[in-house]
């Protein structure tokens, strides 16, 4: 826990920041103006209730994209992780899609589906899986020797063995392919909506920019921060609560 | 990987390759926007000898190295200054932990904002999130230098330069070398995706612009370059790393980490 929530004194020199871009810029600056008129710009959204729609709408892609790449990339991982025929012929594919940066997806996913909701979760859960993927994959051939062992010398059915020994062992391995996609989530969530103007968190940025509102866009910015902090902070500690209670084997990276 | 499991790998790739080709080519999905790989590698052959290619191509690994320059020599600056001090560490760290989840995608509206379409605007783009790797990884590898090391350069007393020079940066190279990796990659993915979304120039640009245009053929070419980019740049830095640290780079540390 140490680990994730540093000494408060740590916070001083953002504090110490934002406080002097405070005092010693004027309040009209038109590139940087001040952290009170960030807050201004973001009440005047809420009360012109734009802002509460679209973090609700940023927030639900994300989590649903997350979930739909958790699935698909845990049972796909555990499914190449497995079955070795399997892993050796899709070897190199994996390899491949794994050097592609994962924004190139979205030009892809406009041509081929348009604008639509669809189009967000699809590239959200496809370049999200991979992390979890590949962790899985990696966690599966980690599994002790002792374990499958075991299965084997009991006689369970493959089916058994694998929701009963693979699944559970590969959970930690798991759980570090998700911190990870979490992180790649948000930021292909945001650039989704930053490029396809579909509403979301990033159209308001956007909008700020064209107008020349830069107090909505550094507001928007700190808030897009302190989510993706809360975020990160809430997976921390589900992690965290998950590891605790699992059998003795410790997360590996 | 052994020769069996390279032919599959290579027989696996293949075959998904003559099952598209099939599939498309011969008419059973009618899609105009999925074209064949046979007609991608066409596209791809006509793109890369076009003098615009070169320069695109240019644009964004210029931007990628400038940047990736940029956030190197001040993401292992600092984090070689947090990492020997505990009390940097104390008053610095949990700043850094906030700041460090920010999703680079969002400097994007920022940076057009303070520099219009230009270089600046895909710098700050790239700088803000291949900071993070390059400054973490240094700081736990110097945090990480055993302490008999440190308390040897104490007892003989050698001078702040030699300490760095001979006993924190062999120690700390490999985890340096690490971020200096993934600072790479991530510069990269930035550069397209500034490209993409704000300055229209470069391999980012051209892909949305062959999307826009209609040109699924083109665009997966560009898909196709940006790919092996990144996995040529990645292995040149390899290279240089394992030639100028024969020594220390015998295993190879992989951390996965990302905007």
Known sequence: MNRLLPAWVGLLPLGILLLVWQVAVPAASPNFPPPLAWWHALVAMARAGVLVPAVFETLWTFLAGLVIAIVAGFGLGILIGTVRQVRDWSTLILEFMRALPPPVVVPIAVLMMGFAPAMKLTVIAITAAWPILLNTVAGVQAVPPLLSDVGRSMHMPWHVRVWRIVVPATVPALLVGVRVAVALAIVITLLIEIFTSLPGIGVLMVQGQRNYNSAQVFGLLGLVGVLAYMLTIVFALIEGVVLSRWPPRVAHR | ?259
């Open chain 2, 1 to 259: 990987m052994t020769g069996r499991q390279w032919a599959s790998g290579v027989g696996g790739l293949l075959v998904c390759l003559a099952v598209w080709q099939v599939l498309v080519g011969s008419g059973l999905i009618e899609y105009d926007l999925l074209p064949s790989p046979w007609t991608i590698a066409a596209g791809l052959s006509t793109l890369v000898v076009e003098p615009a290619f070169a320069v695109e191509l240019g644009h964004t690994l210029a931007a990628t190295l400038l940047g990736w320059l940029v956030a190197v020599l001040a993401g292992t600056g600092l984090g070689a200054l947090l990492g020997t001090s505990p009390r940097a560490r104390r008053y610095c760290l949990a700043s850094i932990e906030v700041l460090r989840p920010l999703p680079a995608v969002a400097f994007v509206p920022v940076a057009l904002l303070l520099f219009g379409f230009s270089l600046q605007m895909e710098l700050l783009v790239i700088v803000a999130p291949a900071l993070w790797p390059a400054l973490v990884n240094t700081m736990e590898g110097f945090a990480g230098v055993p302490q008999r090391l440190t308390d040897v350069a104490a007892t003989f007393h050698l001078s702040a330069g030699t300490r760095l020079w001979r006993v924190y940066l062999p120690a700390a190279a490999p985890a340096v070398l690490v971020g200096m990796r993934l600072s790479l990659s991530l510069a990269l993915v930035m550069a397209v995706v500034a490209e993409m979304v704000g300055n229209p120039e470069g391999l980012g640009y051209a892909l949305v612009r062959e999307q826009q245009a209609l040109h699924p053929d083109l665009m997966f070419g560009y898909v196709l370059v940006i790919g092996v980019a990144g996995m040529v740049l990645n292995g040149l830095l390899l290279l240089a790393s394992r030639f100028a640290l024969p020594g220390l780079f015998r295993r190879p540390v992989a951390r996965w980490d990302s905007a």
